[in-house]
């Protein structure tokens, strides 16, 4: 199979396909909507996303791509553990730094580090932390760094400068395999952690109780929420879609029946899938 990543080599997500996937052709694309273009186009088969940080939140870009492409389900959910590091070209250790790139989360993540130690440092977002190792290590002459991890170091030969610089240690990241398809992924290799569902779920309008509405369904069935988060729907303020978590093992009759029950009171909904969580190594 062919599996679309947010690389490029040695990013984070890189890790996570590597540990879904360890026999399959990875592809690796310059920002998440290449990877749902490359599902939905079929020029991969599946693609891994990040989805949420445990210090960021929710990555907004791939909830607005569940939600934008329909088509597109989540077939598995797989939790890392992130350690970032700060990198120079080894030319540049001795050298005051000028800039330091990463991607948007992982700057966020290493926000009091950089704060303290490098407060006078443009910090310039990038597409992906291995993307900008890999610039550092084509501009020698540039006094720069990268906030990426271990791998991307040893793979573009770049000095680790300070280490473990998140600001929380348990730094953890979500990461979500992608398809059309409506399979179940399984790997005896990784470690469960649980079974969970997801929803899209949008209200007909803005009307008092229109929430309410929609969690009674879950409610009174029991069905344990874990998750749920509004994103605007980028029609005008105050309109929303809610992406909705259901954690347990799918039972058809009952939670078909939820889903059901949520289209008689004219809520719009997109069944994401039911899939396992597991856990992967950092």
């Not at 950089?114 to 443009?122: C, G, P, R, S, V």
């Not at 009952?254 to 008689?264: D, F, G, P, Q, T």
Request: aromatic share 10%.
């Amino acid at each position: 199979m062919k599996i679309a990543f947010l690389g490029p080599q040695a990013s984070f997500t890189q890790l996570a396909a590597t540990q879904f996937f360890p026999h399959d052709e990875l592809i690796p694309q310059a920002n998440i909507l290449d990877c749902f273009h490359a599902v939905e186009n079929g020029t991969a088969d599946k693609a891994v996303v990040p989805l949420e940080n445990s210090i960021e939140g929710t990555v907004s870009m791939t909830l607005d791509y569940l939600y934008k492409i329909p088509s597109i389900k989540i077939e598995a959910e797989g939790v890392m553990p992130i350690a970032h590091h700060l990198m120079v070209h080894p030319d540049n250790e001795q050298q005051e730094l000028e800039k330091i790139y990463s991607h948007p989360q992982a700057l966020a993540q290493t926000f009091h580090f950089l704060d303290t130690h490098y407060k006078n440092t443009i910090r310039q977002d990038f597409s992906s932390t291995a993307a900008a190792a890999l610039m550092v290590s084509e501009n020698p002459k540039l006094r720069i760094a990268a906030v990426a991890n271990q791998f991307a170091a040893n793979l573009y030969g770049l000095k680790i400068i300070h280490r473990n610089i998140q600001d929380f240690e348990q730094n953890h990241t979500r990461f979500i395999i992608i398809s059309k398809g409506n399979e179940l992924y399984n790997n005896a290799q990784l470690e469960v952690l649980g079974e969970k569902s997801g929803l899209l779920v949008t209200l007909p309008e803005d009307h008092a109780g229109g929430l309410h509405q929609v969690l009674s369904v879950f409610a009174w069935r029991k069905m344990n929420l874990s998750k749920i988060e509004s994103r605007t729907l980028k029609t005008g303020l105050g309109n929303y879609f809610f992406y909705i978590n259901i954690a347990g093992k799918w039972e058809s009759v009952l939670h078909e029946n939820a889903l059901e029950e949520l289209k008689s009171i004219h809520a719009e909904v997109d069944f994401l899938g039911s899939y396992k969580e597991f856990l992967l190594e950092a």
